[in-house]
């Protein structure tokens, strides 16, 4: 029989194997999950709680699908966290320090707690990708931010209301589109496409019996 | 933290025996007759018992596996409904069902196209398998390759079987849907001149595998649903569809909606619909575990095939060779295919090499399928048993830094349970991945049956055959589902509806009672259902 521990879910206790994570210790308990529950492997952002161990002075953030149970666990889950999402046309704004000033203002009253860097949930260092976010280093943000999974534990603790995920997500696509060297053999290779240079080559293909496919695919030469 | 046991650990000691001979003498490719025959051996499809031939429906006599039998003639959820057809809550051009890859897709470009749109998604726009893909999209970009080799290596890997025009637009679109996505600000991995940093998947024949690190999916994802909000278009969340809804001349005409919460239900009318609910690894089919997300329940077979749409391929499914088989926490997670594109190797309880590390994805999981039972040289795990990935081997070839810079999901993955992936292996076996088969469609993303019925996505059938190369899958939802959007976009400028009917709901029912069936389980699912279980 496997250990059990007790977790306390929005402060009622139930009894579960120690080895469950806090996702599947809540599903243990008897909870059918609507909300707070996505992708199950911490890519999502969906499963985002937060949790004090008895006796324990401080509070913890993590992803519930990725974290095992510890007894004495006092578990709030953050299903949702109203973070704002200014809109914007890609086409049109430009990769400048404006841009963060007329979007995200706040972002320059962070007064440097840091408390969202210790919430992370990837651990990463929020407050660092912000302090580029100020500066206009669009390419450092977004490589600093590049793992968030967008879950707003961050944003729940900043004294400034800061929407860090949001601030992130503009200076990625700003990097990704403005900023990021241009691929010419990609854009080459788009342009003979259209003008039908393969259109031939592949209804050839189509083409063949079967029989014939299947010596070309078996023969076919691999890149090293 | 994890602790390995002692078995485990003596077997490890093996592996970093053998590590460095490994790494000079690359295991070799298996022949067709090789592949064919460990496959028939060992694959999960080729499991008669697991099937049954479908009794009702446009597949009838068709066989699918038992879980999705279930579903597909199972009871409806809107025959015991009073639904007042008349007074619709929504009334759209074009409502995409799905808030995946292929619904973003497919809603931003119907956009384009001026269209009226509307996404509905049973849990947040995103939750999603498009979210964890990991390893890449394909697209043959470079100079000493071509949409002609994409073609012939994912007709090969999908055992010849793929629909041609299909797989015709899935390659020839490739090259744009990239470009797309770089343009809607995507961070592709690049090289300082821009040339894109591109790896072999199994089964490619040339390096067309572009990243965004080991977050591609994510990467993808998070952008188009930023672009999504920013557009306006409307998103009903936590709302799931659970029937089409038709006019009384057959063509399709919106759906019934169900609060997930609430279950408050509400009636869209829409000139065209497009499904882009994704896979059903959440049915668990013969026990596997999956790597999908949460709501992938095959949801939109069920309810394209209720409402008349044809399936196709939907006996086949793919099975990754490496989910994690330990620790049990994250049991069944996806491990990157990534991983082995950047050399690490596949090694059994002797610390011996036994596939190429490259097969395609079927040839992979058989292999080590065969390894765990038949040839009996598997490692015991908590939830049954694996074989090592041996990631190391990856620093030996790329150099101190690579897994951090190129695989950090999978760095931080293991590390939250103290394995250190640069220092060990890792333990892996195969997890339900990826629905092979789905809804039959023509070239223009609709429905072979069902007019004005567009599918897009996972929910397809046909675009990969019998089996999918790494890297397509990401591509199929970005090509489908902006073809999808782009055809429902114009198809709805010139459809006008009759009155709307569920009547097809009540002759499949019909159906179902003179086969003499009488099910019991509702259908779509909609959610897995985990309470109390054994936590899978």
Same mark, same amino acid.
């Given at each position: ?107 320059? +009253? ?89 259109? !031939?080559?592949?209804?050839?293909? $189509? ?18 | ?67 999705? +039998? ?71 970009? /470079? ?25 015709? /637009?899935?390659?020839? !679109? ?83 909606? $169900? ?278």
């Amino acid at each position: 029989m496997e250990n059990k521990v007790n977790v306390f879910l929005f402060g009622k206790k139930y009894e579960v194997p120690e080895s469950l994570t806090i996702m599947k210790a809540m599903e243990y308990a008897g909870y059918q999950l609507v909300r707070g529950c996505g992708c199950r492997n911490g890519f999502c952002g969906a499963c985002s709680v937060i949790y004090r161990i008895k006796g324990d002075r401080e509070l913890h953030a993590c992803l519930a699908c990725q974290t095992k149970v510890e007894d004495n666990m006092f578990v709030a889950t953050l299903p949702f966290f109203p973070l704002l999402k200014e809109v914007y046309d890609i086409e049109k704004i430009k990769p400048n320090e404006q841009i963060m000033m007329q979007l995200y203002p706040e972002i320059y +009253a962070c007064v440097g707690c840091n408390a969202c860097t210790k919430a992370c949930t990837q651990s990463l260092n929020v407050m660092q990708y912000i302090a580029y976010a100020q500066r206009g280093e669009f390419e450092k943000c977004a490589e600093e931010s590049f793992d968030c999974v967008m879950c707003g534990v961050c944003s729940s603790r900043c004294p400034a209301g800061i929407s860090h995920p949001q601030v992130a997500e503009l200076a990625r696509r700003l990097y990704g589109k403005y900023m990021a060297p241009e691929s010419k053999h990609l854009l080459e290779r788009v342009k003979e496409i259209e003008d039908g240079k393969y259109k !031939d080559l592949i209804e050839g293909l $189509m083409n063949k019996p079967i029989e014939e496919l299947k010596e070309l695919y078996n023969n076919r030469e691999i890149e090293k | 933290m994890y602790k390995y046991t002692e078995e485990q650990l003596v077997s490890m000691k093996k592996v970093e025996a053998t590590r460095e001979s490994r790494l000079n003498n690359l295991f070799g490719r298996m022949s067709a007759e090789e592949k064919q025959q460990v496959l028939k051996e060992n694959h999960p499809d080729y499991i008669e018992s697991a099937y049954e031939n479908l009794k009702v429906g446009p597949n009838k006599g068709g066989k699918v596996l038992h879980e999705l +039998a279930d579903l597909l003639q199972g009871k409806s959820r809107v025959l015991d409904m009073d639904i007042d057809l008349s007074k619709p809550d929504y009334d759209v051009d074009v409502l995409v069902i799905g808030g995946g890859g292929a619904g973003s897709s497919a809603a931003i470009e119907a956009d384009n196209k001026g269209a009226k749109v509307m996404m509905v998604t049973k849990l947040r726009l995103g939750d999603a398998n498009t979210m964890m893909a990991e390893g890449g999209i394909q697209a043959a970009d /470079k100079p000493n390759d071509s949409p002609a080799i994409h073609y012939l290596d994912a007709f090969g890997g999908g055992h010849f079987a793929a629909k041609h025009e299909l797989l015709y /637009k899935l390659v020839n !679109d490739a090259p744009d849907a990239i470009k797309w996505l770089n343009e809607l600000g995507v961070m592709f991995d690049k090289d300082a001149d821009g040339t894109m940093v591109t790896t072999h998947g199994g089964g490619t024949s040339r390096k067309r595998m572009h990243a965004c690190k080991d977050y591609s999916g994510a990467e993808i994802m998070r952008t188009l649903r930023d672009e999504v909000f920013n557009r306006g278009i409307p998103v009903v969340d936590f709302t799931s569809a659970i029937e089409l809804i038709k006019d009384t001349e057959g063509k399709v005409a919106g759906a019934v909606l $169900m609060n997930m919460e609430t279950k408050d239900i509400y009636v869209a009318k829409a000139k065209t619909v497009i499904i882009a609910t994704g896979g059903a690894g959440r049915l668990h089919y013969q026990g596997f575990p999956t790597s999908n997300h949460y709501g992938a329940t095959a949801d939109g077979l069920v309810l394209g095939y209720r409402a008349g749409a044809k399936l196709l391929y939907a006996d086949t499914l793919q099975y990754h060779p490496t989910g994690v088989a330990e620790p049990t926490q994250i049991f069944g997670a996806l491990v990157t295919e990534k991983v082995r594109s950047l050399g690490a190797q596949l090694v059994n309880k002797n610390g011996e090499a036994f596939v190429y590390s490259l097969e395609t994805r079927d040839v992979t999981a058989s292999s080590i399928i065969r390894e765990c039972n038949k040839r009996d040289n598997g490692i015991k795990t908590t939830d049954g048993e694996g074989v090592w990935l041996d990631t190391p081997m990856i620093e030996m070839i790329g150099g101190e830094g690579t897994i951090e810079k190129r695989i950090p999901a999978m760095l931080r993955m293991f590390g939250k349970y103290g394995i250190d992936i640069r220092k060990e292996p890792i333990l892996v076996y195969p997890t339900l991945h990826y629905q092979n088969g789905g809804l039959d469609i023509s070239a223009d993303g609709m429905s072979t049956t069902v007019p004005n019925l567009f599918v897009a996505g996972e929910a397809v059938g046909g675009i990969h055959g019998r089996n999918r190369l790494m890297g397509n899958s990401l591509l199929d939802i970005i090509v489908f589902g902006r073809n999808a959007g782009k055809s429902a976009g114009e198809k709805c400028k010139s459809v006008e509806l009759k009155d709307l009917t569920l009547n097809h709901v009540k002759e499949f029912k019909k159906e179902l009672d003179d086969a003499g069936i009488n099910p019991t389980k509702l259908s779509p699912q909609l959610l897995p259902n985990y309470t109390k279980q054994q936590n899978i």
